[in-house]
């Protein structure tokens, strides 16, 4: 008998996986379609939309009730996480961009450990020994390497359950949840105010860059370089924490 309600409750629980997976096809397309929106062409919809069914597959196996959150909230964050795993493994980007993004890390890092304040353009541009039109044009081609969320901004390598676990997180987790988004919200609030404007346009409001530069009365591709350097320096000052966290 005991085995039959066992038997009986790992059906139920395999039925349930399975309905939740068919009543979501269509999140799994709609953050395809909203992700390919911020991706190069090249990036085919479909590609996306199958390694968002993965994500999905596996939020209806790890989803536990009753955790403070709906099915759909949970899957979408599993389904884009998937999503930009993928991208990453068949990553586009020349090997050059990435160098670019290092060194324009570097070279903010360098200036506002120096001055105490954020860097300048000039004089990021002045420690890379380019021009500032060339400065430009570096940040305007890391930016399609950029297609990650601000929590992804701590490491490449964050699973989504960090931020968002599909169990009842352990005292632990919840404290290191809050430790990491208090100092994402602490380096947001020093960022110059054109760039803070700028990310919250684009990531809170989910506007695209058009719209954004219609806004501000600039280019799309002065929104794109803006909000590139913004995500530079947050990683700066971010990897400086993580740095002083794991000191401390």
């Known amino acids: 008998m005991a085995v039959k309600r066992s038997m009986s409750g790992y059906s ?7 309905q939740r997976v068919a009543d979501n096809f269509d999140l ?3 953050v395809a ?3 390919a929106a911020r991706l190069p062409a090249s990036v085919q919809i479909e590609d996306l939309v199958q390694s968002g069914m993965i994500g999905l597959i596996d939020a209806s196996r790890q989803f536990h009730s009753g955790q403070g959150a709906t099915f759909a909230t949970y899957a979408g ?6 999503m930009i795993d993928e991208l990453r493994r068949s990553d586009w980007t020349p090997r050059s961009v990435h160098r670019n993004s290092r060194r324009i890390a570097e070279a903010i890092h360098q200036v506002e450990s120096r001055e105490g ?10 420690v890379l020994e380019v ?4 400065y430009h044009a570096m940040l305007q081609d890391t930016a399609s390497a950029q297609t990650l969320g601000l929590e992804d901004l701590f490491s490449e390598d964050m699973e989504p359950d960090r931020w968002f676990p599909g169990h009842d997180p352990e005292p632990s987790e919840q404290v290191e949840q809050e430790r990491r988004r208090d100092a994402l919200a602490q380096a947001l609030a020093v960022l110059p105010e054109k760039e803070r404007l700028v990310l919250s346009l684009y990531y809170d409001e989910e506007l695209n860059l058009r719209e954004i530069g219609a806004i501000l ?3 799309e591709s002065r929104v794109s370089q803006i909000r590139s350097q913004a995500l530079h320096r947050l990683r ?13």
């Not at 304040?117 to 002045?126: H, K, V």
């Not at 700066?236 to 401390?248: E, F, H, K, P, Y």
């Open 12 to 18: 139920d629980s395999v039925d349930q996986a399975a």
């Open 28 to 30: 799994v397309r709609r």
């Open 33 to 35: 379609h909203h992700l």
């Open 77 to 82: 964050i599993r389904i884009r996480g998937a």
């Open 117 to 126: 304040r954020a860097a300048r353009d000039t004089e990021i541009a002045a």
């Open 131 to 134: 021009t500032i039109d060339d």
């Open 217 to 219: 009365g600039v280019t």
């Open 236 to 248: 700066v000052r971010l990897n400086d924490w993580g740095q002083g966290a794991t000191g401390s």
